[in-house]
């Protein structure tokens, strides 16, 4: 799998397009390139026509799926001499919106692709939920994509963006998503150039700017999430290019990350989400395991246990967990006999919620696996305070 860390201000670093030419050709499936930014105005969207002019250049079929120009010159104009699928428009609640025509782009069968901004919910009229969904039908379907979207919809950075920048992402991307991606290119720009770029009227019109300055395009919001941006990338470089271990006995020094998940926690998400970042940076497999005992058979679990446990289950399958369900009467003892049995190296679990008094006795699930998994990493989690690893 190709990665690419790309800096556009230095031009000879640029991935030529016959690299990603050369992914074209291979297989069946079709290929991924994803360009990555940390904020709106860095140049993705830019640099994905120009790279469409180029493979238009050497003969490919390129056509324009679904590209949001923002109204920006610059972009506009590179849209010019692309073949566009018209955009399919549906009447929703009194408005029209125009999505990408997923059949038309399929019917037309093209080399390559462009689809911007992944992380966008359709409306409810669409065949897929979100954008990045359609995608994978083009690339079931043997079409090769280039896309874009901005870090900050990564689905496991969530919690930690809303916490360290103060902006409350509603719209993400799974990382089992990204991790199919054949090229990832991170645009990076000097948050000063950013801010030039944002007052000469080339992100947004002259009377958002100070609104702008003022919220989400803070210095210290932009650097947060540039550094959120290098990071990814770097650490997909990483796990792409590392030597493949040889796995030779099950115990911790294989380092695999196991989440032990309860029927309801109050913070799954935030949980299965730092689980994701661990096994990302440990460049391991990573489970989530669900121990149902005899109270919580699907017959007796209450409907609104049952329903998040679905939705947090459904999450960790997008994170690019191994979701797993085991039957005990002891959760304790079923979690601790899978991770023996799956080669686990760290498992994490959610601090306890039951009575202090109870905990003080040390019956909640939290210290009986510290105090049982002598052979074992277990990381108790909280999520009352501090940064997330």
Not at 112 to 126: F, G, I, Q, R, S
Not at 141 to 169: C, K, M, P, W, Y
Request: aromatic share 4%.
């Amino acid at each position: 799998m190709a990665r690419a860390l790309h800096d556009p201000d230095l031009a000879p670093a640029r991935a030529r397009p016959s690299d990603f030419l050369e992914l074209v050709e291979r297989g069946k499936r079709g290929r991924l390139k994803l360009y990555i930014g940390f904020a709106a105005g860095v140049g993705k969207t830019y640099r994905m026509l120009e790279e469409a002019h180029a493979l238009s250049r050497r003969g490919v079929q390129v056509v324009i799926g679904f590209v949001e120009t923002h109204g920006r010159a610059e972009t506009e104009a590179l849209v010019t001499g692309l073949e566009q699928v018209p955009r399919k428009v549906h009447e929703y609640r009194g408005v029209s919106v125009g999505e990408m025509d997923l059949d038309a782009v399929l019917a037309r069968k093209p080399q390559v692709a462009l689809v911007d901004e992944l992380a966008h919910t359709n409306v409810p009229l669409c065949r897929n939920a979100k954008r990045y969904q359609d995608v994978l039908e083009l690339l079931a379907a043997g079409i090769n994509v280039i896309a874009a979207f901005n870090v900050q919809h990564l689905e496991s950075l969530n919690d930690l963006v809303q916490r360290t920048t103060g902006v409350v992402v509603r719209e993400t991307v799974p990382d089992s998503f990204v991790k199919m991606a054949d090229q990832v290119v991170n645009l990076d720009l000097a948050v000063e150039d950013l801010h030039e770029r944002l007052k000469a009227g080339k992100i947004y019109a002259p009377e958002k700017v100070d609104r702008a300055l003022d919220g989400f395009f803070t210095r210290e919001n932009l650097s947060t999430l540039r550094e959120l941006a290098l990071r990814e990338v770097a650490e997909s470089l990483g796990r792409s290019t590392a030597e493949p271990r040889q796995v030779e006995r099950p115990g911790p020094a294989m380092g695999r990350v196991m989440v032990a998940l309860s029927s309801h926690p109050p913070r799954a998400k935030a949980l299965l989400r730092r689980g994701s970042r661990i096994a990302g940076k440990l460049n391991t497999d990573w489970f989530v395991v669900y121990v149902e005992t005899p109270r919580e058979a699907p017959e007796r679990i209450d409907s609104e246990a049952q329903r998040h446990l679905l939705a947090n289950l459904q999450l960790a399958r997008e994170l690019g967990a191994e979701v797993v369900k085991v039957q005990a009467d002891d959760p304790v003892r079923g979690l601790l006999d899978f991770a023996r049995s799956h080669g686990v190296g760290l498992l994490m679990v959610g601090r306890s919620q039951l009575p202090r008094w109870k905990q003080r006795l040390g019956l909640g699930a939290d210290l009986r696996l510290v105090r049982e998994a002598d052979d074992l990493d277990v990381q108790v989690v909280s999520f009352e305070e501090g940064p997330t690893t």
